[in-house]
């Protein structure tokens, strides 16, 4: 368990030692959420009904920004044997790695989505669920990406082929995450959609390091 | 036993029998070494030497539980390390040709970094570091160091892990002669501690006393012996 923690804290540390990483990707959001009302018109009624889901598409593709690096900046530099030598099972690792993942790019992005969400004409009921929705729903995403990150270790174009690979798997979140959005925004009951994130969230925590770390395993060897 | 056992017992490592029987492994479908066993007690030292491409440090990851075998197996008191490998983890001390190091942390930073991921304590590390003369340096960005530099970080991160087992790949490259030195009187106290040393190297660096020799890919049905 402090290993656990320990490597969390040496993420958390590095990321802050090379903020232009985690930067980069808040930038890359607030930058695509800027774009739509600049390309659809100021039509606030039209911007208010895809506000939901510009911003839940937009933090998805921002998470994808930083994943191609998750394990492969250990694996270039000799890292990841370091890590599979840590006495840490590699599940543990790559569950530390999500959650350092998820503080450093997931956490800044529900705090900044509700001010982006005023940008795009957002109805005020919508707000509690778009935050609600982003908490339970990027945690699940930083997991999922945990494991395409694992697997593409050592590949070329890793970048694009960990989106490919992760956007598909990302697809109930949206749904759910953007339901909740509009069922606020209607004044309708969020709740069902969250607790179905949540059960995402729920299914994600054990099995996606399961996965991610046997796929480790594979690169090590 | 008595008390004055006992105290001098804690400051060695934990002590063991490194067996490696009829070792089989290829790379990219070519056999790089067939058969190969050996077997190393405690305060040991055996030296991987060879061509490139003979397999050494292939052997090296299959001794630390990092690479697979593709028959035999390697055994520490007889017990499979592949079965336990996080047990097995915790023995090895490992240099690999990569030096692991963050260049945005600290040489300090990064050998505590690594013992806290490990579950171990810290206070190692400034001992680690004065062996290998880095004291002056551990405070500086390791991205700031020469390879040289790097390489002996790399190794003062071995020397505090106070692991029993280090397997070290190519652990002079960079190193001036100062240094190899150093690294020499680190590898005779660890052996005399009752720790044990795999070295691949093609450099003439002393291991001390009865160590062993091995050519992985030389010897298909190598059979070596290194003990105190």
């Known amino acids: 368990m402090n290993g656990f923690l320990a490597l969390i804290a040496r993420d958390l540390r590095l990321a802050r030692r090379q903020g232009a990483d985690v930067a980069m990707t808040l930038a890359f959001f607030v930058v695509v959420v800027a774009l739509f009302p600049l390309g659809l018109g100021p039509t606030p009624a039209l911007l208010a009904r ?27 530099d000799g890292g990841l044997d370091l890590l599979a030598l840590s006495g840490l099972p590699l599940a543990a690792v790559a569950l530390a790695k999500a959650a350092a993942h998820w503080l450093t790019t997931g956490l800044p992005t529900v705090l900044l989505a509700p001010l982006l969400a005023l940008t795009l004409d957002l109805p005020g009921a919508a707000y509690p669920a778009l935050v609600a929705g982003l908490a339970l729903g990027t945690p699940t995403v930083s997991l999922l990406g945990t494991v395409g990150a694992a697997l593409v270790v050592g590949a070329r174009r890793a970048g694009v082929l960990v989106a490919l690979i992760v956007l598909p798997l990302t697809i109930p979140v949206l749904i759910f995450g953007v339901a909740a959005v509009e069922a606020g925004g209607a004044g309708l009951e969020t709740r069902p959609h969250l607790l179905l994130l949540a059960a995402l969230l729920a299914a994600a925590v054990p099995l996606a390091p399961l996965a991610a770390g046997a796929a480790l395993r594979q690169a090590v060897e | 036993m008595t008390g004055i056992d006992d105290t001098v ?37 055996l030296r991987l030497a060879g061509r490139n491409g003979g397999g050494k440090t292939t052997l090296l990851r299959i001794l630390a539980g990092l690479g697979r075998a593709e028959a035999g197996s390697v055994l520490w008191n007889g017990e499979a390390v592949v079965d336990d490998r996080e047990a097995h983890a915790d023995r090895v001390g490992w240099l690999g040709h990569a030096d692991a190091l963050k260049v945005a942390l600290t040489a300090r930073e990064n050998l505590e970094a690594a013992l806290r991921v490990a579950g171990r304590t810290t206070d190692t590390v400034p001992p680690a570091l004065e062996a290998l003369g880095l004291t002056r340096l551990a405070d500086l960005p390791a991205g700031w160091l020469s390879s040289g530099q790097r390489r002996r970080v790399a190794l ?32 005779a106290a660890h052996r005399a501690a009752g720790g044990m040393v795999v070295v691949a190297t093609h450099t003439a660096l002393d291991l001390g006393d009865g160590a062993a020799s091995l050519d992985p890919a030389a010897h298909g049905e190598a059979m070596a012996e290194a003990t105190v």
């Open chain 2, 156 to 187: 003062a991160r071995v020397l505090a892990s106070g692991a029993s087992l280090w397997l070290l790949d190519e652990p002079t490259v960079g190193l001036d002669a100062a240094s190899v030195a150093a690294l020499e009187r680190a590898i």
């Open chain 1, 50 to 76: 895809i506000a939901g889901g510009v911003l839940w598409v937009t933090a998805l593709l921002a998470a994808m920004l930083s994943f191609d690096r998750l394990f492969q900046q250990d694996a270039d």
């Open chain 2, 9 to 45: 017992t804690e400051t060695l490592v934990a002590r063991g029998t490194l067996v490696a029987r009829g070792l089989t492994a290829s790379r990219g479908g070519r056999p790089v070494f067939h058969g190969l066993s050996f077997s190393l007690a405690s305060g040991g030292a």
